[in-house]
């Protein structure tokens, strides 16, 4: 083994997994695999029948509406791991779940803002509207499932042929405003500092650092082959 690939990650080329294997086997287990949550917490829920002495706590629909936030926080930011775990592993194939998981943490904060409009409000619209403009981090919250909302909408193949690469990869950028936005959602939820939002917080900031970094060295490279020259003197200066 030489010195470099005993230092580099292990690279799974796409190829070592067919694709066919990945359409019919690994993303339909990762499609049921991402509904698990919701299906634990409906069953528990109808089992228990919301009652405050049953495994969901003394308050049900908080507890509710709670795991159906971190579960939508979660699938966020796993969308936007994939470019760097792709980037470190060289796993490629990593690209074609991105799609599906963040539209599962779309689905996530659907069922989020449902759960909170019935089970929290009870369709009180009055309410609901005091509390979007009076609330910070409900305010937060509500602009950031529209951006969210927004992705979702123009994700299909056909979006992105109407929009064309360009403007479609612009809009979709904006999945780093939603990323921030929902940790910011998280903490101004939690009243004092707490530690869970500033974990998830510290997990979205190195995401988001590795992207700044990757766009550095490449503007770096990118200045060097322009100006060769230049290079080579910074080099012989070293
Ligand atoms: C991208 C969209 C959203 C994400 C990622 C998100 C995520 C979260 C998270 C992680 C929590 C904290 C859960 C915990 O304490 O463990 C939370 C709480 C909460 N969110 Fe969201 N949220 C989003 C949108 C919304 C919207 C649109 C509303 C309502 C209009 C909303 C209302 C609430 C409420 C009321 C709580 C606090 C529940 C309580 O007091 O126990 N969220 N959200």
Redesign the pocket.
């Known amino acids: 083994m030489t010195r470099e690939t005993a230092i580099l990650p292990q690279a799974i080329p796409t190829r070592a997994i067919k694709p066919q294997t990945i359409k019919y086997v690994v993303k339909p287990l990762v499609f049921a695999s991402a509904l698990m949550p919701l299906a634990w917490v409906a069953w528990t829920a109808v089992a228990s029948g919301l009652g405050p002495t049953g495994p969901l706590g003394a308050n049900p629909i908080?507890y509710i509406?709670?795991?159906l936030?971190?579960w939508?926080?979660r699938f966020?930011l796993l969308a936007l791991a994939v470019t760097p775990v792709r980037g470190i592993t060289s796993w490629t194939f990593l690209i074609r779940f991105r799609r599906m998981i963040g539209l599962f943490?779309f689905f996530y904060?659907c069922m989020?803002?449902s759960s909170?409009?019935v089970l929290?409000q009870f369709f009180d619209w009055t309410e609901?509207w005091k509390?979007?403009t009076k609330r910070n981090?409900?305010t937060v919250?509500?602009v950031?499932?529209v951006l969210?909302a927004s992705l979702a909408a123009t994700s299909t193949n056909g979006m992105i042929k109407r929009l064309g690469a360009k403007r479609w990869t612009k809009l979709h950028k904006l999945i780093y405003v939603?990323g921030i936005?929902?940790c910011l959602?998280?903490y101004m939820?939690?009243k004092g500092v707490q530690l869970?939002?500033i974990i998830?917080a510290g997990i979205c900031a190195v995401l988001l650092a590795y992207r700044v970094a990757a766009h550095l060295k490449k503007k770096a490279r990118a200045g060097r082959a322009e100006n060769p020259d230049r290079a080579g003197a910074g080099a012989a200066h070293r």
């Open positions: 908080e509406n709670r795991f936030g971190d939508a926080i966020l943490a904060a989020h803002l909170y409009i929290d609901i509390d979007i981090y409900i919250g509500m950031n499932f969210l939603i936005a929902a959602h998280f939820m939690r869970e939002p998830y």
